[in-house]
């Protein structure tokens, strides 16, 4: 057993995500993850009950499930798997990002701290920062994605720093060892939403970061066809996320579960997919005459190309970008687009394309939106697994009929 641990460090993403870090007994010699739905789990007599319950006081387990929002086989099965892809000693699933998200800033933050949040985040994080944070008293920022402006806004309270790379939509790349660095010299608490580049495209436990968040409805389930999110890190950490996690019940069903390890069969061939697409389709947009700007790490024009290049293998498949015009132009090429859907959400099998002033910041005063960045002609795609040369003729066509 630890000499099969100490081989599979050499094992690759799609061995590890197929196999976890070791080959596991399978229940039933069933080849896939059986699906067990049920809400609890019985005991053969009254004594086990208290036998079970007397070692779970001294912390040792006896046998494994109990009770459903404690957690089930299937979820187990998988949170094993993206442990091992991440290289992370535990993951804790929850039934969304934003309840990972969420749940982990529970779990952490207190009303003595300071949380620096970086901006270009996910709209409800920073939801959650403006309208939740401050109606507990709880204190914080948030700042340029960057590791000097992290840097400049700690205080002696803070104690939790909660970044984004890439940030959405412009793909910032945060300077992740540098940040790890400061925090460290200061006690401070590291958890980085990394749902934009998944552990294909960098592991960010190996640069030192505390707590690893990802919204597995997107690259990892793969298939714009289910909700979950996940948060990774030590087994210290996760015991605590785990407690949080048993009360709130943001638990996944045994389903998802299933249909996310499934899709764990394939997520290093479609990031290899999805790092190819991406890469391509920028360097045909940015070339174009009917672009005005794009945003793609893997471009010498992006303001974090060296630090990307350094720290990463792929980028992924999200582009955003500015059409030559407004809102009209904007909206003439989202419409005569045939292979992509107007719809949120990155990382399926389907290309998806969104206005994102419109679709994401439609309630934000015009200027609070524009001053974020969401201006009329910025486009966000995200390519799916098409072929390639489809999604640039397709993206051809529709800049062409502006
Ligand atoms: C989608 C997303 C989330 C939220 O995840 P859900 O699964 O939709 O709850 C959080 N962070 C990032 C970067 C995302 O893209």
Redesign the pocket.
Known sequence: MSDKKSNAKNWGPATLAIHGNSRQPKPYHAVSTPIVHTSNFYFDTADEVEDFMREKGKGRVVREHEYARYGNPTQQETERKLAAIEGAERAVLYS???AA?LLTLMTFMNREGHIIFTGDC?R??RDFAMNFLSKFGIEFSIVDPTAEAIEKAIKPNTNIIFT?SPT?PYLRILDIPAIVKVAKERKILTII?A??ATPYNIKPIELGVDVVIH?A??YQGGHNDL?A?VALGSNALMTDLYKMQRMMGATPGPMTCFLLERGLKTFAMRMEHHNKAGLAVAQMLEAHPKIEKVWYPALESHPDHKVAMEQMKGFGSVISFLVKGGNTETRKFIDALELFLITP??GGSESLVTQMWAMSFFDYPVEYRNNIGMVDNLVRLALGLEDIDDLIADLKQALDSI
């Open positions: 969304s990002g934003m998200v996910y409800q994080t984004e959405n939403d749902t934009l919204s409805t997107k909700m999110g959400s990155l």
